[in-house]
């Protein structure tokens, strides 16, 4: 199959599968002419490879993923690995939350302020620079 057709029948751009490629990710042959072949069963790695990156692994753990993959039989490496990346992502979730809820209690302060948190609401016996009043 060439890149084209591999890449439309997975959905995915050819961009993306020549990436794949230099990550040891999918393989290909070269034609006479330097033009990339495809297995048919490529379609089906790309797919994979889709799940994987939806998933947010990241390639490097993925080629190291693929032997247990291409064998059918996880190793408890592999298994380790998912492990380590999925309590990766659950440390980049808990950072996002924390940010979304500081981010929450600005906008909150922002819709009602005090004279806590917003210092022209504070009254003062100086004078003010910005009105010139006391």
């Known amino acids: 199959m060439r890149i084209g057709q591999v890449a439309h029948e997975a959905g995915v751009s050819t961009r993306a599968l020549r990436y794949y490629e230099e990550q040891g990710l ?3 042959e070269r034609t006479p002419s330097g033009q990339r072949e495809y297995p048919v069963s490529a379609v089906e790695r790309v797919r994979l490879l889709q799940q994987f990156f939806t998933a ?3 390639s490097r753990t993925i080629v190291q993923l693929l032997p247990c993959v291409d064998t059918g039989h996880g190793s408890p490496e592999s298994f380790a690995l998912l492990a380590a990346e999925r309590d990766r992502i659950t440390e980049a ?8 809820d500081a981010l929450d209690r600005i906008v909150d302060i922002a819709h009602h302020p005090t004279a806590e948190h917003c210092p022209a609401l504070r009254s003062s016996s100086r004078e003010d620079p910005v009105l010139g009043t006391t």
């Open 26 to 28: 999918l393989s290909s």
């Open 56 to 58: 947010g692994v990241p």
């Open 93 to 100: 979730i808990e950072g996002l939350t924390a940010a979304r």
